[in-house]
């Protein structure tokens, strides 16, 4: 019965790109170039009217371009977006201080769609840290992927030479947290004061500031303990007077120490001293001469004993072993020799759960550990894994209410008990000399850690995550490349100018990367070419190149492409030892159906990090790819590839193959090289040096067209492809019967995967640890990213972990009903049909 | 292209948008192909022609007397030349030890699923059941007037094939029990196209000498679901017993592969598009399309399901093969090779591919052109002499290149 009129209003000169309905009341929001609309509509009047009052959001507040609205309640609404991080906005009817309308309450991180990745290890320690080009438009950015445990720095300090750190509670004000931190330097000891925020170095009485600590800390009957390389000092917390000192009957210097419970432990030589903390002195129990020289002890209160330590651990120099022992009495419980001839630098007794370990490492970064029994000391399931390639230091802490270990180190590792297992998850840091925890009452649950320079305070990240750092470029990057040589990474990005008010020049709508570049060159179009001018009255997309540190991921350079130039290809090559980026480049004239004219651009990054072009040559159609093949540069041009020599600074068309419909992709491996095609899956050529020919030896021959987004050679006979919605294997056919069939690729694997895998990228973004368990992974793992924002990786297994996990598989899928009543089998099932 | 490409990195658009336009624009670009060349097997004109599921193997009849029976292997490549002399011949009709086959074959078809089995009909009046390994009819069909067309179904719940000939009413025979399961009455004059639809495999469509396209449901006993009107019902004086869909009879029908759409085609030289789902006449205008097959069933082919982000259909006028934009009606291209009268059409499952033969007994393959090989020098000269003057000497150029390469 009732009639609907369309009641049409023009609202703003813009694109809607997005309709949500808010709740019951007659009200819509609407997306509109980054805005969100609220539109109330009036049904009073005869024709329902829109009546429009928007919230524009301030420069402060801006929404992601959404994929979808979904009103919440109370003004909350979630803005999800397939091209950026979605949001969670609160909308008010009045502005804020900043004029926005629009509160942004929460961001959950989307890496959407990732169109290309670099995989590099940056500080070259084996671990890979995935670097993609996320996000669309002013949603864009790069960002960096790496595993492991992140430490949010809150303050640091320049410091160098630090030999030890300590927090200690003490003063008048006797707080319940830390206030105070104790550096070791060579042959002296500096005390810094927390107040707040701020830090400063300070003198406390008791403590011998002229000598070198070897272990400070609070312990039982208010006291601090600060062993230095004289003597062992009771300090009272309070008054920082000195209550008591013991220092070795022989003179020597104290080498290490520990303390536990009321025992301190104390090292000279190859002694091995036990004193005893009584009220206000410390009394000589136990004392044993060793047959070496002792290189690191510890002494720890486990949860079986009643308040003091009763077992003590030390490595040993010369025989290389290590050993357990009862305290107070000291007498030898367990000798475990360690092997090698590399000596212990760090010993620690670990409570995890219920499980205690002792753990040695090595000065060659290696560790090795037990499984305790604290009563008898006895050693068993001994194991051994590479942590580092320097000395590492042992530190415990607290986070939350588990105990972890920190294996301070060139790669520093947290080691930490989960589902009973020790597991390690590298610290995204580069290097730690010292750490100690800190909790006081600015820098709550903290970690103070000590590099060669530094000295930060930093909270913890979650354990076991990926900590993805982005680097917003307000405008869509395209493609990455990473070159060692000049530490840089090549980003190539696009831009779109909009016409600006009056349509007389091309603006920029808001600030982004490819603008904030003070000295950008600017490309030209070649003589010859005539392509449609580029007008004012119309949107452009602007292509440029930008240099990044790889460190600190700032743009030092870039270049400008010419209009209508678009990057179409990059990559990092090395002709004649010289090393370039090469950039493929299309010219896109709108009226035209394939681009006729591209151009191959060779940079060379100099000295002072600017970017040179060095090399142009012209070719007739969209570079697809640009790679390396040896010491050539191989490229491909629509439906050609091209083999170019590097002679004399220039390119020298070597030789060419031509039987694809678009040559998209190009891998290479020694003389091989795996074309993919846009709708014909995989060709694979040889590259013929003596007759300098390209020569087909093996193609894929699907019955229907496979529309390939991404492909990566596995290995020399096994290639990996993707098609919008499915990965599959191919393998070169090298055991034919017929020789005719050697020619036609098998397909071993296929499976859906349901995702457009626009990458893959050789690379894995957990580090192996060498040692820790022979690993059922073969090969070099792949790594992919995909348009809905997924990380993926590829591996080969081995045969019986493969059968063991599909067997797994099948058993979880026999007893788990699946979501919709999907039949588990089914799912993954390769379906042609688009 | 490049925005294609560019769109589909992004995920600005769903994931089928690249492969089905690049389709679509492959499919209107079919050409004469230079790399497939099917054998010349029968001496008369090439009757019926069908490409198996995969669509791989060519299957044609030819009008040859007594009649012939050609499979061609449409990948294999062969010949000295480089060239596709696609297939072997594996059989002729002649030479099965029949008797009564000495009438050109009408229809040849496979079955829908594989290729263990093909059905024929011809002059004989027989509907034959062939085993393609042993190349034995195993099954017959008699019928008492000529037959126009037969088609199988291509659901999965039953095996009847549809009969439509002299006799005003479609026979449905059934694979399975051999036997003809039933009729379907309702049209007054002889049947000359039929076809079953491709989403609900229940439905069949005819159309006949009486002008009319009926709409069925194969389980509904008594009559048919909808007779197709060529007015919408706007006509005041139309008759509801003599509702008609062209103002000639029918021979011509086929629908496209989403089911969506049924095309029909009659003898007063029109095309119409129906709505599949609805019966009603969608009123798209093709023009005059000259019906030269009046007296047979006139095949009609749609760009298979890949290339559908513009449907196309095609349809055999005189010697050519005209194709028309489905939903706006514009002619797209006409595809001329062909010395005699074109009979036959196949449309490859998948791929850009349109088989067609004629009264010329040839078979010809159409396929999208060749990718350009790119070249710098003709680059140049068309930025140079501009774009105007392309067309005008690029074909030349073009032919220049492939005598090179």
């Given at each position: 019965g009732t009639v609907l009129h369309a009641a049409c209003r023009p609202i703003l000169e813009c694109v809607i790109s997005c309709v949500g309905a808010v709740d019951d009341r007659p009200a819509i929001s609407l997306r509109c170039h980054g805005r969100l609309l609220m539109l109330l509509l009036r049904l009073n009047s005869p024709l329902t009217r829109a009546d429009q009052h928007y919230h524009e959001t301030g420069s402060s507040g801006e929404t992601v371009s959404p994929s979808c609205i979904a009103y919440l309640d109370n003004g909350v609404t979630f803005v999800g977006s397939c091209l950026g991080d979605s949001q969670l906005c609160k909308l008010s009817s009045a502005a804020d201080e900043s004029g926005g309308y629009v509160e942004i309450l929460e961001t959950f991180t989307c890496l959407a769609p990732i169109l290309d990745m670099s995989v590099v290890d940056v500080d070259q320690q084996g671990r890979d840290v995935v670097v993609t080009c996320s996000g669309f438009g002013r949603n864009g950015s790069l960002r960096l992927v790496r595993s492991g445990v992140g430490i949010n720095e809150q303050a640091s300090i320049d410091l160098a030479g630090v030999k030890g750190v300590w927090s200690l509670r003490c003063g008048t004000e006797m707080a319940e947290s830390d206030n105070t931190l104790v550096l070791a330097f060579v042959g002296q000891t500096t005390v810094l004061s927390l107040k707040g925020e701020e830090v400063e170095e300070t003198e406390l009485e008791g403590i011998a500031a002229d000598q070198q600590t070897h272990y400070c800390s609070n312990v039982i009957g208010n006291k601090i303990l600060q062993i230095t390389g004289q003597s062992v000092r009771l300090i009272n917390e309070e008054t920082l007077q000195l209550v008591s000192k013991w220092a070795p009957p022989s003179g020597k210097g104290i080498s290490t120490g520990s303390c536990g419970g009321s025992h301190v432990v104390v090292v000279v030589g190859n002694e091995l001293f036990c004193l005893d903390i009584q009220d206000s002195s410390l009394h000589q129990l136990s004392h044993v001469t060793l047959e070496h020289e002792i290189a690191c002890v510890d002494v720890r209160v486990l949860k079986g004993d009643s308040g003091t330590s009763n077992i003590c651990a030390v490595g040993l120099w010369t025989n290389i072993s290590a050993r357990v022992l009862r305290l107070p009495s000291l007498d030898i419980l367990h000798t475990q020799p360690l092997g090698g001839d590399i000596l212990p630098r760090s010993i620690l007794v670990a409570e995890f759960d219920t499980r205690t370990y002792l753990l040695v490492a090595l000065g060659d970064g290696t560790l090795h550990y037990f499984q305790m029994d604290p009563d008898s000391g006895a050693l068993t399931n001994g194991k051994k894994v590479v942590l580092g390639t320097k000395p590492i230091v042992l530190r415990q802490f607290v986070s939350g209410d588990a105990h972890h270990v920190f294996a301070c180190s060139n790669h520093p590792t947290i080691i930490h008990w989960n589902n009973h297992k020790l597991l390690f998850s590298n610290v995204n840091l580069?290097?730690?000399?010292?750490?100690?925890?800190?909790?006081?009452?600015?820098?709550?649950?903290?970690?103070?850690?000590?590099?060669?320079?530094?000295?930060?305070?930093?909270?913890?990240?979650?354990?076991?995550?990926?900590?993805?750092?982005?680097?917003?470029?307000?405008?869509?990057?395209?493609?990455?490349?990473?070159?060692?040589?000049?530490?840089?990474?090549?980003?190539?990005?696009?831009?779109?100018?909009?016409?600006?008010?009056?349509?007389?020049?091309?603006?920029?709508?808001?600030?982004?990367?490819?603008?904030?570049?003070?000295?950008?060159?600017?490309?030209?179009?070649?003589?010859?070419?005539?392509?449609?001018?580029?007008?004012?009255?119309?949107?452009?997309?602007?292509?440029?190149?930008?240099?990044?540190?790889?460190?600190?991921?700032?743009?030092?350079?870039?270049?400008?492409?010419?209009?209508?130039?678009?990057?179409?290809?990059?990559?990092?090559?090395?002709?004649?030892?010289?090393?370039?980026?090469?950039?493929?480049?299309?010219?896109?004239?709108?009226?035209?159906?394939?681009?006729?004219?591209?151009?191959?651009?060779?940079?060379?990054?100099?000295?002072?990090?600017?970017?040179?072009?060095?090399?142009?040559?012209?070719?007739?159609?969209?570079?697809?790819?640009?790679?390396?093949?040896?010491?050539?540069?191989?490229?491909?041009?629509?439906?050609?590839?091209?083999?170019?020599?590097?002679?004399?600074?220039?390119?020298?068309?070597?030789?060419?193959?031509?039987?694809?419909?678009?040559?998209?992709?190009?891998?290479?491996?020694?003389?091989?090289?795996?074309?993919?095609?846009?709708?014909?899956?995989?060709?694979?050529?040889?590259?013929?040096?003596?007759?300098?020919?390209?020569?087909?030896?093996?193609?894929?021959?699907?019955?229907?067209?496979?529309?390939?987004?991404?492909?990566?050679?596995?290995?020399?006979?096994?290639?990996?492809?993707?098609?919008?919605?499915?990965?599959?294997?191919?393998?070169?056919?090298?055991?034919?019967?017929?020789?005719?069939?050697?020619?036609?690729?098998?397909?071993?694997?296929?499976?859906?995967?349901?995702?457009?895998?626009?990458?893959?990228?050789?690379?894995?973004?957990?580090?192996?640890?060498?040692?820790?368990?022979?690993?059922?992974?073969?090969?070099?793992?792949?790594?992919?990213?995909?348009?809905?924002?997924?990380?993926?990786?590829?591996?080969?297994?081995?045969?019986?972990?493969?059968?063991?996990?599909?067997?797994?598989?099948?058993?979880?899928?026999?007893?788990?009903?699946?979501?919709?009543?999907?039949?588990?089998?089914?799912?993954?099932?390769?379906?042609?049909?688009? | 292209m490049l925005q294609l490409l560019t769109a589909r990195e992004c995920g600005l658009g769903p994931p089928w948008f690249l492969p089905r336009s690049y389709g679509s624009q492959r499919f209107s670009e079919l050409e004469l192909s230079k790399e497939k060349e099917l054998g010349r097997f029968h001496s008369a004109a090439v009757n019926s022609l069908d490409l198996d599921c995969d669509g791989r193997y060519l299957i044609s009849g030819g009008g040859d007397v007594p009649g012939s029976i050609a499979i061609h292997?449409?990948?294999?490549?062969?010949?000295?030349?480089?060239?596709?002399?696609?297939?072997?011949?594996?059989?002729?009709?002649?030479?099965?030890?029949?008797?009564?086959?000495?009438?050109?074959?009408?229809?040849?078809?496979?079955?829908?699923?594989?290729?263990?089995?093909?059905?024929?009909?011809?002059?004989?009046?027989?509907?034959?059941?062939?085993?393609?390994?042993?190349?034995?009819?195993?099954?017959?069909?008699?019928?008492?007037?000529?037959?126009?067309?037969?088609?199988?179904?291509?659901?999965?719940?039953?095996?009847?094939?549809?009969?439509?000939?002299?006799?005003?009413?479609?026979?449905?025979?059934?694979?399975?029990?051999?036997?003809?399961?039933?009729?379907?009455?309702?049209?007054?004059?002889?049947?000359?196209?039929?076809?079953?639809?491709?989403a609900c495999e229940h439905v069949l469509a005819s159309g006949s000498q009486d002008n009319s396209v009926v709409l069925w449901d194969i389980r509904k006993a008594n009559g048919p679901l909808t007779k197709l009107d060529q007015h919408n019902g706007s006509r005041a004086s139309s008759d509801p017993s003599v509702t008609v869909a062209h103002g000639g009879s029918v021979n011509g029908l086929c629908f496209s592969p989403d089911g969506l759409h049924l095309v029909s085609f009659g003898t007063d030289d029109r095309l119409r598009l129906w709505d599949a789902v609805t019966g009603k006449n969608t009123l798209v205008n093709y023009g005059r399309v000259f019906n030269t097959l009046p007296k047979q069933n006139c095949p009609l082919a749609f760009s298979p399901l890949s290339s559908t982000l513009h449907p196309i259909i095609c349809i055999p006028v005189g010697g050519e093969v005209l194709m028309f934009h489905l939903t706006t009606g514009k002619k797209v291209k006409s595809l001329s090779g062909h010395f005699g009268k074109v009979h036959s059409l196949a449309v490859h499952p998948v791929e850009q591919e349109l088989y067609s033969g004629g009264t010329d007994a040839n078979i010809l393959c159409w396929m999208p052109p060749p990718p350009r090989k790119p070249s710098l020098d003709r680059a140049r000269r068309s930025n140079a002499t501009g774009a105007v003057y392309e067309d005008a000497w690029s074909s030349d150029e073009d032919n220049d290149d492939d005598g090179r390469h």
């Amino acid at each position: 019965g009732t009639v609907l009129h369309a009641a049409c209003r023009p609202i703003l000169e813009c694109v809607i790109s997005c309709v949500g309905a808010v709740d019951d009341r007659p009200a819509i929001s609407l997306r509109c170039h980054g805005r969100l609309l609220m539109l109330l509509l009036r049904l009073n009047s005869p024709l329902t009217r829109a009546d429009q009052h928007y919230h524009e959001t301030g420069s402060s507040g801006e929404t992601v371009s959404p994929s979808c609205i979904a009103y919440l309640d109370n003004g909350v609404t979630f803005v999800g977006s397939c091209l950026g991080d979605s949001q969670l906005c609160k909308l008010s009817s009045a502005a804020d201080e900043s004029g926005g309308y629009v509160e942004i309450l929460e961001t959950f991180t989307c890496l959407a769609p990732i169109l290309d990745m670099s995989v590099v290890d940056v500080d070259q320690q084996g671990r890979d840290v995935v670097v993609t080009c996320s996000g669309f438009g002013r949603n864009g950015s790069l960002r960096l992927v790496r595993s492991g445990v992140g430490i949010n720095e809150q303050a640091s300090i320049d410091l160098a030479g630090v030999k030890g750190v300590w927090s200690l509670r003490c003063g008048t004000e006797m707080a319940e947290s830390d206030n105070t931190l104790v550096l070791a330097f060579v042959g002296q000891t500096t005390v810094l004061s927390l107040k707040g925020e701020e830090v400063e170095e300070t003198e406390l009485e008791g403590i011998a500031a002229d000598q070198q600590t070897h272990y400070c800390s609070n312990v039982i009957g208010n006291k601090i303990l600060q062993i230095t390389g004289q003597s062992v000092r009771l300090i009272n917390e309070e008054t920082l007077q000195l209550v008591s000192k013991w220092a070795p009957p022989s003179g020597k210097g104290i080498s290490t120490g520990s303390c536990g419970g009321s025992h301190v432990v104390v090292v000279v030589g190859n002694e091995l001293f036990c004193l005893d903390i009584q009220d206000s002195s410390l009394h000589q129990l136990s004392h044993v001469t060793l047959e070496h020289e002792i290189a690191c002890v510890d002494v720890r209160v486990l949860k079986g004993d009643s308040g003091t330590s009763n077992i003590c651990a030390v490595g040993l120099w010369t025989n290389i072993s290590a050993r357990v022992l009862r305290l107070p009495s000291l007498d030898i419980l367990h000798t475990q020799p360690l092997g090698g001839d590399i000596l212990p630098r760090s010993i620690l007794v670990a409570e995890f759960d219920t499980r205690t370990y002792l753990l040695v490492a090595l000065g060659d970064g290696t560790l090795h550990y037990f499984q305790m029994d604290p009563d008898s000391g006895a050693l068993t399931n001994g194991k051994k894994v590479v942590l580092g390639t320097k000395p590492i230091v042992l530190r415990q802490f607290v986070s939350g209410d588990a105990h972890h270990v920190f294996a301070c180190s060139n790669h520093p590792t947290i080691i930490h008990w989960n589902n009973h297992k020790l597991l390690f998850s590298n610290v995204n840091l580069k290097e730690v000399n010292y750490i100690c925890t800190l909790n006081s009452d600015s820098f709550r649950d903290c970690l103070a850690l000590v590099d060669d320079n530094t000295l930060t305070i930093g909270s913890l990240d979650q354990l076991q995550m990926l900590h993805i750092h982005p680097v917003p470029l307000a405008e869509s990057p395209r493609r990455i490349s990473h070159q060692r040589h000049s530490h840089t990474f090549l980003v190539a990005s696009c831009r779109v100018d909009v016409p600006n008010g009056d349509k007389t020049a091309l603006i920029s709508p808001k600030p982004c990367a490819s603008k904030s570049v003070s000295n950008m060159l600017e490309g030209t179009h070649p003589d010859d070419l005539s392509i449609l001018p580029v007008t004012t009255t119309e949107e452009l997309e602007v292509f440029s190149l930008l240099l990044f540190d790889e460190n600190s991921l700032e743009v030092i350079h870039g270049y400008q492409l010419s209009p209508r130039e678009h990057v179409t290809s990059l990559t990092s090559c090395v002709l004649d030892s010289t090393h370039y980026y090469a950039v493929g480049t299309a010219f896109v004239d709108p009226t035209e159906k394939e681009p006729n004219r591209g151009r191959v651009l060779l940079f060379r990054v100099s000295h002072t990090k600017v970017l040179e072009l060095v090399y142009m040559n012209d070719e007739a159609g969209a570079v697809y790819q640009v790679v390396q093949f040896q010491d050539k540069l191989l490229i491909s041009v629509n439906s050609e590839v091209r083999l170019y020599k590097w002679e004399e600074g220039k390119m020298v068309l070597e030789c060419s193959y031509s039987d694809t419909i678009l040559a998209l992709y190009l891998k290479c491996k020694g003389d091989f090289i795996l074309v993919g095609d846009l709708m014909r899956s995989f060709k694979l050529l040889v590259y013929k040096a003596e007759k300098s020919v390209l020569e087909e030896i093996s193609v894929e021959t699907s019955l229907n067209p496979v529309f390939m987004t991404a492909m990566e050679m596995i290995d020399d006979e096994n290639y990996l492809g993707a098609d919008g919605r499915h990965i599959f294997v191919c393998q070169k056919n090298s055991e034919a019967a017929v020789e005719a069939d050697l020619m036609y690729m098998l397909q071993p694997s296929r499976m859906y995967i349901g995702d457009n895998i626009n990458v893959f990228r050789h690379g894995s973004l957990v580090m192996e640890h060498p040692g820790a368990s022979p690993s059922p992974i073969q090969g070099k793992p792949i790594i992919y990213g995909s348009v809905h924002g997924a990380v993926g990786l590829v591996v080969q297994l081995d045969m019986s972990t493969f059968s063991v996990l599909a067997k797994l598989q099948e058993s979880m899928a026999a007893v788990i009903k699946s979501v919709g009543n999907i039949e588990h089998e089914v799912y993954p099932l390769y379906n042609e049909f688009m | 292209m490049l925005q294609l490409l560019t769109a589909r990195e992004c995920g600005l658009g769903p994931p089928w948008f690249l492969p089905r336009s690049y389709g679509s624009q492959r499919f209107s670009e079919l050409e004469l192909s230079k790399e497939k060349e099917l054998g010349r097997f029968h001496s008369a004109a090439v009757n019926s022609l069908d490409l198996d599921c995969d669509g791989r193997y060519l299957i044609s009849g030819g009008g040859d007397v007594p009649g012939s029976i050609a499979i061609h292997d449409t990948a294999r490549p062969a010949g000295e030349k480089g060239l596709y002399v696609c297939g072997v011949t594996v059989s002729t009709y002649g030479t099965q030890n029949h008797t009564d086959t000495s009438h050109a074959v009408s229809v040849v078809q496979w079955f829908p699923h594989d290729t263990g089995i093909f059905t024929t009909t011809s002059g004989d009046r027989y509907l034959k059941i062939w085993d393609t390994n042993d190349l034995l009819v195993v099954e017959k069909f008699k019928f008492k007037n000529p037959i126009y067309t037969h088609v199988m179904s291509t659901g999965t719940s039953h095996t009847l094939t549809a009969v439509g000939g002299g006799e005003c009413k479609i026979t449905l025979c059934d694979l399975v029990s051999g036997a003809s399961s039933h009729v379907l009455e309702g049209h007054s004059k002889p049947v000359m196209a039929l076809a079953w639809s491709t989403a609900c495999e229940h439905v069949l469509a005819s159309g006949s000498q009486d002008n009319s396209v009926v709409l069925w449901d194969i389980r509904k006993a008594n009559g048919p679901l909808t007779k197709l009107d060529q007015h919408n019902g706007s006509r005041a004086s139309s008759d509801p017993s003599v509702t008609v869909a062209h103002g000639g009879s029918v021979n011509g029908l086929c629908f496209s592969p989403d089911g969506l759409h049924l095309v029909s085609f009659g003898t007063d030289d029109r095309l119409r598009l129906w709505d599949a789902v609805t019966g009603k006449n969608t009123l798209v205008n093709y023009g005059r399309v000259f019906n030269t097959l009046p007296k047979q069933n006139c095949p009609l082919a749609f760009s298979p399901l890949s290339s559908t982000l513009h449907p196309i259909i095609c349809i055999p006028v005189g010697g050519e093969v005209l194709m028309f934009h489905l939903t706006t009606g514009k002619k797209v291209k006409s595809l001329s090779g062909h010395f005699g009268k074109v009979h036959s059409l196949a449309v490859h499952p998948v791929e850009q591919e349109l088989y067609s033969g004629g009264t010329d007994a040839n078979i010809l393959c159409w396929m999208p052109p060749p990718p350009r090989k790119p070249s710098l020098d003709r680059a140049r000269r068309s930025n140079a002499t501009g774009a105007v003057y392309e067309d005008a000497w690029s074909s030349d150029e073009d032919n220049d290149d492939d005598g090179r390469h």
